[in-house]
């Protein structure tokens, strides 16, 4: 038989049970409504940062094609660039004066260029009948043929930027600006192309990162392509250069990421 | 090439090769023909130099890799042809995600491989895969156009094609959903 002590020690259990859980059910409701909220809170102000960066870069990115842009369509005015371009066309490259001025066009013009002027790698002409290289800032490129580039196709009729693609000659990631050389007769003679570095696009990409251990961001194009490296393992655009896990996905584990 | 640079073909020696490149490395011979992927890559796994010319930069543009079937097969069976290519662009993707786990794949098959070179192979191959100016697998008319001329000028096709009836990009268009 159960005493009295016993009953009434069951039913203070009971009681507090009861209390305990009246106080913890509203605490833990509003807990997970806390939590939840605190949740949308990060994640929307991650999207608003990152609307705001993706902007910010967009901008920075536009002004730097912009200059690249601007910077050959003023060589390729330069008078005198003209002139020998000219003459470059309609002489035999084994001419001592097609050898006299393509030398002219790499140390008085392209190399005063590249090391005046950041943001291109090489500079070049190309036949505008057959996209052969004239001339480069890289001899070694000279007599190639790029007659199917679209910077070449379009590079004739206006300033055209490539888009990133992967460069079999140089074995990474290039964007090759392009505009039309007009001889002094107003005919288009050729194409004045800029390889552009890379590497510039690399350091907007990535100011603003440092501040924090682990966000990085990093430039893909329409297809999928790297166009700039991680931040965190060095030459992995060059060594990778696609992306194929559906928008970006960082190279390194646990890293916060940013598609732009 | 030479044809398309104006070069003569007798300016040069030319002599058999197989695919022993010790005539090369002993420099007996300038000139070795070869892939990026495979006699490229030995050389500098040797610890060669190598300068490579690139037909593609000399006028010369020809597809290295492509998928075929017969014109039954596409007639009565379009949706199996898709699938396939679906598939095997899918393989091409995860390779290209994974190139070390698909460089040990090829070991699965043949435990004889070094796996440094099949990894290296991956490297090398993915660019060419993926140029990043297009998808995966795109063809375009000129280039089908150019190999036919090539091969008609070289006497390896008896008379000229009707080349858009030669290859098709449909399926990859339903794939892409490209026009």
């Known amino acids: ?260 | 090439m030479m044809n398309r640079l104006g070069l003569d073909p007798d300016s040069v020696i030319q002599v058999d090769a197989g695919y022993d490149m010790s005539p090369f490395y002993e420099r007996e011979v300038d000139i070795w023909h070869g892939f990026l992927t495979d006699e490229v890559l030995s050389a500098r796994e040797k610890g060669y130099d190598v300068n490579v010319i690139l037909p593609g930069y000399y006028g010369v543009h020809l597809y290295g890799m492509t998928i075929f079937t017969t014109e039954k097969m596409i007639r009565k069976n379009p949706e199996l042809v898709e699938r396939f290519l679906r598939a095997t662009l899918r393989g091409h993707r995860w390779a290209i995600d994974n190139p070390s786990e698909a460089a040990m794949l090829a070991l699965k098959y043949n435990p004889e491989l070094d796996i440094e070179h099949e990894k290296a192979f991956m490297q090398a191959i993915i660019p060419l895969i993926h140029t990043g100016e297009d998808q995966i697998g795109w063809m375009e008319a000129d280039v089908w156009e150019e190999t036919h001329n090539i091969l008609l000028e070289q006497g390896l096709l008896e008379g000229p094609l009707d080349v858009d009836k030669v290859y098709t990009t449909e399926f990859l268009q339903n794939i892409y959903g490209k026009n």
Request: glycine residues 4%; hydrophobic residues 35%; without cysteine.
């Open chain 1, 1 to 260: 038989m159960k005493s009295e002590s016993d009953t009434r020690f069951r039913l203070g259990s009971k009681l507090i049970i009861l209390f305990l859980l009246i106080s913890t059910i509203p605490l833990t409701i509003t807990g997970f409504i806390q939590f939840y909220l605190a949740r949308q809170r990060i994640k929307q102000d991650t999207m608003n940062h990152l609307y705001l960066m993706s902007t910010l870069k967009e901008t920075q990115l536009r002004r730097w094609v912009e200059d690249g842009k601007r910077s050959i369509r003023e060589l390729a005015r330069r008078p005198l660039i003209r002139e020998y371009t000219k003459i470059l066309t309609l002489t035999d490259p084994l001419d001592p004066q097609h050898q006299k001025l393509k030398t002219k066009i790499r140390e008085e013009h392209f190399n005063p260029t590249l090391e005046e002027e950041r943001g291109s790698l090489e500079l070049f002409i190309l036949d505008a009948e057959n996209g052969k290289i004239l001339v480069s800032s890289e001899k070694k490129h000279e007599g190639m043929y790029r007659e199917r580039e679209p910077y070449f196709l379009e590079g004739k009729n206006s300033t055209f930027v490539q888009n990133a693609y992967y460069s079999m000659l140089l074995e990474q990631p290039a964007m090759t600006i392009a505009t039309p050389v007009k001889s002094p007769d107003v005919d288009v003679a050729a194409v004045l192309a800029a390889r552009v570095d890379l590497h510039e696009m690399k350091e907007i990409m990535m100011q603003g990162t440092e501040l924090s251990e682990t966000e990085e961001t990093y430039l893909v194009n329409r297809f999928n392509f790297f166009v700039t490296e991680s931040r965190f393992e060095p030459d992995y655009a060059h060594k990778k250069g696609h992306l194929y896990r559906g928008g970006a996905v960082s190279p390194s584990k646990n890293k916060r990421r940013r598609s732009v």
